[in-house]
């Protein structure tokens, strides 16, 4: 099954694709889709939509997990990321697509086994995991492939469900 993880921002939201077969898990493809600052909100969520649904079209993937939104101290840091999960949410369902979301704790318990690990403790894990050095990969790059191996590893054995066309 090839899932494709996406942690979701407006300035860089993180990518990353990986096969699961059985117990074997390996990267296919990780990275940042960057929106420069001073464009309009409508043009970096346009970016976005885009080159997410040329990650469908280029992986033609299983499954698309996200993480899910954490609410902090600034709200308009959660509207941001928010539109990004809009701007993903939208390619998803122009593919026939579901995208599941999983919250930041479960994700970290997936891959490490414990929900307050650090970014470091993450991309460790994550490198070990699929066997590849993510030691030059972003912070949301890797937390993209570990948002895809939280969905490989809690789904293991189950048949990916489709969106209903439309």
Known sequence: MIVLGIDPGTASTGFGVISAEGSTLRAI???????????????????????????????APAAVAMEDLFVGVNPRAVLSVGQARGAVLAACGQAGLDAAAYPPAEVKA?????????????????????SADLAAASDHATDALAVAICHAVRNR??????AAAR
């Open 29 to 59: 493809d990780h990275g940042l889709i960057s929106t420069p600052a001073r464009a309009q909100p409508s043009r970096r969520m346009g970016e976005i939509h885009s080159r997410v649904a040329a990650l469908i079209e280029q992986h």
């Open 110 to 130: 997936a891959v490490c086994g414990y929900g307050r690990a650090d970014k470091l403790q993450v991309q460790r894990m994550v490198g070990a995991m699929l």
């Open 157 to 162: 054995g189950r048949r990916p469900a489709r």
